[in-house]
């Protein structure tokens, strides 16, 4: 059993910044990779950004250049590091592991209970 823990989320003015943070507790699991994706009021989830677990990278075009994806494999941490904020980044944020479950190498994936992201005008 995975369980994904994230916090980080809050309230911020356009250009501000904010941290996201979602650690994956449990056993007997190897990280795979890591994402997040987000969803605003009325649209459909997106996803925002990948990591593998060796570090490979992947973003949405909307956050390029503003937003930072980074993992600690040693604490089965994901970041994301959100600069240069905007009214359009305002969303529920969720944190998702693909793990490779041991012994027997299942792979499944699991999502955290997201955190909200509001950025004001």
């Known amino acids: 059993q995975v369980q994904l823990v994230e916090s980080g989320g809050g309230l911020v003015q356009a250009g501000g910044s904010l941290r996201l943070s979602c650690a994956a507790a449990?056993?007997?699991?190897?990280?795979?990779?890591m994402a997040w994706d987000r969803q605003a009021p009325g649209k459909q989830r997106e996803s925002v950004a990948t990591?593998?677990?060796?570090?490979?990278?992947n973003y949405a075009d909307s956050v390029k250049g503003r937003f930072t994806i980074s993992i600690d494999n040693a604490k089965n941490t994901v970041y994301l590091q959100m600069n240069s904020l905007k009214p359009e980044d305002t969303a529920v944020y969720y944190c998702?592991?693909?793990?490779?479950?041991?012994?027997?190498?299942?792979?499944?994936?699991?999502w955290g209970q997201g955190t909200q992201v509001t950025v004001s005008i």
């Open positions: 998702n592991a693909r793990v490779v479950l041991l012994p027997d190498v299942i792979f499944n994936d699991y």
């Open positions: 449990g056993s007997g699991f190897s990280i795979n990779r």
């Open positions: 990591i593998t677990r060796r570090g490979s990278t």
